[in-house]
C-alpha cells in the first residue's frame, strides 16, 4: 500500500462535507473513477471530526476529533483480502486473541458472513445488522457507499449487561423490523450494545455504489474497500485502559487539567465526564484552529465556536474560568 499524508480537517474541492470525516474522503473521486489514484492500494492516518458526537463526548470512547487508520482499495481487492488483511493486523500485528473478537455485517450480506466464517472467526460470533450500523455513506450528501462489516473487541462478559443474545434471534426481529417498519425489541447484549463490554474497533467498507443527492444508487465502476481503525479506541485496548482518555494520547491533559481545576480523575461520575468533556474539546479546537478555522457564526467556525462554549460551560463546572483553554491547547 501506497502511505499518504492526512489531509487538512477541511476538505478541500467537496463542498459537500462541511469537515474531513473519515479516512476515505480525500480518495472520494479514485472511488467514483473521476480521477486516477497514485495506486490501487492505499493507506493513511486521517485526522477526522465527527460533529453528531459533541453532545455525547464526556463518555468513555466518543470523542469529536480521532485519528483514522485505514487502508483502501481502489478496485484492486475486496472483500476476502480486506477481512484477511484486517483479522492479520490485529492477531498478529497487535497481538489480540481471535477468540475475543466479533464481526458484525449488513443484514443480507451472505457473503461476508463466509468469508469470515472462512477466516477463522466461527458463526455465533458474527451478527447481523441493518442500515444503521452496517451500512456507511455516503460522506456528504452524495458520493460512494456500500455495506460495512465491522470488528468489535470483546472486553469480558463482566462488563456487559447481562447474557449474549444469540446472532440468530437478532437476525429474526431485525429483518421483521424491516419488514413491519415496527421497531424491535432488542433483549439481551450484542456488539453493538449500548453497554461498555464491546469496543468498536475496525469497519470494513465494501464500496460497491455511488449515491445521488436524490439518494439514487448506482454501481462503482468497480467494488473498492475503504477501511477505518480508531487508533484512540485501538490505544485503549492495547493499553488495558477503561477509556480512551486514560491512554497516553489523552492522559497528559488529564492530569493538566486536573492541575488548573484542583479536582481528582477517577473518583466521582460527574468530575469525570466534565474533565473528558473539557480535555476532548480543547485537543479538537487545537486541531481545528490549526487547520484554519476560526470561531463563527456558521458552518466550520459555528462548529469550533460550539465545542469550545461546550468545553468553557463543563470547565465551570470544576471551577475553572476561560483562560483554561488555552493552557491545555
Known sequence: HLRVASSSLIPVGDPT??????????????????????????????????TPDIDIVGDATHNTMFEMLGNFSIGDYFKEEAIAFALEFLT????????RLYATIYLDDDEARELWIQAGVPDERIFRFGDQDNWWGPAGLEGPCGPCSEIHY????????GPMLEPDALTALL???????????????????????????????FMQFYQDPQRNRTPLPAPSVDTGL???????????????????????????ACQL???????DHETDYALRVVVEHARASSFLIGDGVV??????????????????????????DQPFLAELA
Open 17 to 50: 462535507l462541511l469537515l474531513t470525516t473519515a479516512g476515505m474522503v480525500q480518495f472520494k473521486p479514485y472511488f467514483a473513477g473521476d480521477t486516477t489514484p497514485p495506486s490501487l492500494r492505499l493507506t493513511s492516518s486521517q485526522k477526522s471530526f465527527r
Open 92 to 99: 498478529h500485528n497487535m497481538g489480540l486473541p481471535k477468540d
Open 154 to 161: 470483546d472486553g469480558g462478559a463482566e462488563k456487559g449487561c
Open 175 to 205: 429483518r421483521e423490523e424491516r419488514d413491519t417498519g415496527v421497531e424491535a425489541v432488542i433483549q439481551g447484549c450484542h456488539p453493538n450494545c449500548d453497554c461498555e463490554r464491546f469496543v468498536e474497533l475496525w469497519n470494513l467498507v
Open 230 to 256: 480508531g487508533l484512540e479506541r485501538m490505544a485503549a485496548v492495547l493499553q488495558g485502559k477503561s477509556s480512551v482518555y486514560e491512554t497516553d494520547l489523552f492522559w497528559p491533559i488529564v492530569e493538566k
Open 261 to 267: 481545576s484542583g479536582k481528582t480523575y477517577g473518583h
Open 295 to 320: 470561531p463563527g457564526n456558521e458552518g466550520r467556525g459555528y462548529v469550533l465556536r460550539r465545542i469550545i462554549r461546550r468545553a468553557i460551560r463543563y470547565g465551570r463546572r470544576l471551577g475553572l
